[in-house]
């Protein structure tokens, strides 16, 4: 089974500054990883997602995440953020072999400050 | 991607009361939706894979007959919190997988709110 960790609760930072949201995961098979933004009483939206090849993926908003397999992780970042990027973002896996079920990890609030 | 639309957003019942929430796929045919329950500042457990034509899987520890699932068409599938009590109350989102790589298409979700 798989299951994904987001290690922070909240990231606050201020506009125009960079910001990273970290996500590790942990399966015993290959894994598909996803971004997802939630915005304040509305359903998810993906920001990126990595299936294969380049382990660099660019996704709207001028997000990106980096999968690294030694690490387990797929972190999210963002070189100058703007107040419209304060949401919630949820990492989350899938199993290429599994039943198209998403597992999402706990998610990061990230707040940003004028 | 696809469109996915949830009614109502909002909803508010008293105790004991049944409340439906109908989840469309405006744009693909979704033989398999899924229903999931996010509570404040949580994330998002799964609760059921909604299948067209056939029953409803539901997840460990959710209450099938009190979340009755119904997925009678290629375009709509919906979410019956029968009895609702003010433990119920959540925001439920719908969404539906194009293809087999996991990625999901969700719904604006509805907030149920029991009195």
């Known amino acids: 089974a798989q299951s994904v960790t987001q290690l922070d609760s909240q990231v606050p930072v201020f506009e125009e500054a960079p910001v990273e949201l970290r996500c590790n995961y942990s399966?015993?098979?290959?894994?598909?990883l996803f971004w997802y933004v939630q915005y304040p009483n509305q359903g998810l939206q993906l920001l990126l997602k990595y299936l294969s090849g380049s382990t660099l993926v660019k996704g709207i908003n001028g997000f990106e995440a980096e999968f690294n397999k030694s690490q387990t992780s797929f972190h999210l970042r963002k070189p100058s953020v703007h107040i419209s990027d304060t949401a919630e973002y949820f990492c989350?896996?899938?199993?290429?072999?599994?039943?198209?079920?998403?597992?999402f990890g706990q998610g990061t609030r990230l707040t940003i400050n004028p | 991607g696809a469109v996915v639309s949830q009614h109502p957003s909002w909803v508010i019942c008293k105790s004991g009361t049944s409340v439906k929430i109908e989840c469309r796929s405006l744009?693909?045919?979704?033989?398999?939706m899924f229903w999931y329950r996010q509570f404040p500042k949580q994330s998002l457990m799964l609760m059921a894979t909604s299948n067209e034509g056939s029953k409803a899987t539901y997840e460990q520890g959710v209450e099938k007959d009190k979340f009755l699932i119904n997925h009678a068409s290629l375009t709509l599938s919906t979410l019956t919190v029968t009895s609702a009590h003010p433990e119920d109350s959540s925001f439920y989102i719908c969404s539906l997988a194009l293809g087999s790589t996991g990625e999901l298409f969700f719904g604006e979700g509805s907030r149920l709110t029991v009195l």
């Open positions: 989350a896996v899938s199993d290429p072999m599994g039943a198209q079920k998403l597992v």
């Open positions: 744009d693909f045919q979704a033989t398999t």
């Open positions: 399966s015993s098979v290959s894994v598909y």
